[in-house]
């Protein structure tokens, strides 16, 4: 079993800047792409960015291209969202996910789910 935990959710003004953080309780070969989803409410669970444990290589949502940027930090077993330039239509719940593979980055795929973590952002 893998566990996440998120933090470092909260309110914020448009334009400014949250960091989002997801404790990852061990690596498996269900970690091996780890990754972000948000759900606003009324709205589908869409995915956020996602990026290979090992490689670094990453992948983001054109809704957030620019101005997220995902990254990881083995040693501390903690995966990162940094996220500027905040928009009122970025506010959610936003879920740390695990998978076997950075593939179609879709709820059904992922193995394992944090209990998430709210983002406000007002205008």
């Known amino acids: 079993q893998v566990q996440l935990v998120e933090s470092g959710g909260g309110s914020v003004q448009a334009g400014g800047s949250l960091r989002l953080s997801c404790q990852v309780s061990r690596y498996t070969a269900s970690t091996n792409c780890m990754g972000w989803f948000r759900q606003a409410p009324g709205k589908e669970r869409e995915g956020v960015a996602r990026?290979?444990?090992?490689?670094?290589?990453?992948y983001y949502a054109d809704s957030v291209k620019g101005r997220f940027t995902i990254s990881r930090d083995k040693t501390e077993k903690t995966v990162y969202l940094e996220m500027n330039s905040l928009k009122p239509e970025d506010t959610a719940i936003y879920y740390c996910?695990?998978?076997?593979?950075?593939?179609?980055?879709?709820?059904?795929?992922?193995?394992?789910w944090g209990r998430g973590t709210q983002v406000t952002v007002s205008s």
């Open positions: 996910a695990a998978a076997p593979a950075c593939g179609p980055w879709i709820r059904d795929r992922m193995q394992y």
């Open positions: 990026q290979w444990t090992d490689s670094g290589t990453a």
